[in-house]
């Protein structure tokens, strides 16, 4: 638990205690002017002035619960808060800066409020926090479905299951700027092609990735609704496929019912499958995660297993299933030709 003070700093020196690489990206991002020899204090001044001329860049930037958050530390000037439940959203908060910490205590800047209250508080910074927290979630769901993608892709498909037009400008301004606070996804840069790409840090092997798909030209990336997207987002990478529930139970029983840690169990079996590992593999790595020596566990969780296997997205296959593409190859018609 640690302490809530309020900082005797202005909110310029509150930016100014960022690492100089921190505030080079947020500068880089809004399109500031800076040298890679400026000082802290030259880059916080910079990014303070652009803040305060165009305050709804913080609904852009922030996610919704960042800000909500940051009301709550306003509220509670002395309060205590327990960090480890926010620490996202206080490592955002960080970076523009509206908070920082020592030792012992989390410490608000109340300059800041006085800048940014009332804009933070406005209807309109409401409804674009609401527009781009939920972009945010779809991105996400994107990034644990097919692990990389090329961004003009990942607009294609995002654009597709929006109710109004989104223009691609706008969609590669929102990645610039949210993207420095994501801390499960990156953009690269293929030096050859110049594509700019999406990739989730869980892509074990972003090289494997992409010959898989060239192995797979003709298969389309596989579309889900927006609803897939979030609700996948919000689950962390783990959805409802067929086998998980089963299998969370089944781990939960084993681990003395520590909920926390059966899912992270679940989730590395997951990540092994859709990583491209086999299902051989996948079941060594549980039984040697549980310690399984008997028969009849051994073959439930070869049963569980087994229909995840077949039913979770696969990076290498643009998102599809194994058992979606086992399908299809079952009813593909084969064109034997005239002689």
């Not at 498909?157 to 109710?163: L, P, S, V, W």
């Not at 409802?240 to 679940?266: K, N």
């Not at 077949?310 to 399908?327: A, D, F, N, V």
Request: hydrophobic fraction near 40%; charged fraction near 30%.
């Amino acid at each position: 638990m640690a302490g809530i003070r309020i900082s005797d700093r202005t909110y310029i020196e509150e930016l100014a205690e960022n690492q100089p690489r921190n505030l080079m990206v947020v500068c880089e991002r809004l399109f500031l002017e800076f040298h890679y020899d400026s000082t802290p204090r030259e880059m916080a001044e910079q990014i303070a002035g652009k803040l305060q001329e165009e305050p709804m860049l913080l609904g852009e930037m922030l996610r919704e619960e960042a800000i909500d958050l940051l009301f709550d530390l306003w509220k509670m000037e002395d309060g205590q808060i327990l960090p480890e439940q926010h620490l996202e959203e206080l490592q955002q908060l960080h970076y523009l800066g509206f908070v920082s910490a020592d030792d012992k205590d989390l410490i608000v800047n109340s300059e800041a409020k006085d800048i940014f209250f009332f804009s933070l508080k406005s209807r309109g910074m409401r409804r674009i926090m609401e527009k781009y927290t939920e972009w945010e979630k779809i991105v996400f769901g994107m990034l644990f479905t097919y692990g990389i993608l090329d961004v003009y892709e990942c607009y294609k498909i995002f654009a597709e299951i929006q109710d109004t037009p989104v223009y691609y400008a706008d969609f590669e301004k929102f990645l610039m700027l949210r993207m420095i606070f994501w801390h499960n996804g990156l953009m690269l840069r293929n030096e050859r092609t110049k594509k700019l790409f999406m990739a989730g840090r869980e892509a074990e092997d972003r090289n494997g990735i992409f010959e898989q798909w060239n192995q797979h030209q003709d298969l389309d990336f596989c579309r889900y609704s927006k609803k897939e997207y979030m609700e996948l987002a919000m689950g962390n990478g783990i959805a409802g496929w067929d086998g998980i529930p089963e299998l969370f139970i089944f781990v939960l029983e084993s681990i003395d019912q520590d909920r926390y840690q059966a899912m992270i169990i679940i989730k590395s079996i997951i990540l092994i499958i859709q990583n491209g590992e086999t299902y051989l593999e996948a079941i060594l790595k549980l039984n040697k995660i549980l310690n399984i020596h008997s028969e009849k566990d051994e073959k439930e969780i070869c049963s569980y297993i087994k229909k995840i296997f077949y039913s979770i997205p696969i990076y290498g296959l643009k998102g599809h299933t194994r058992e979606e593409l086992t399908r299809k190859e079952m009813f593909q018609v084969i064109d034997g030709g005239k002689h």
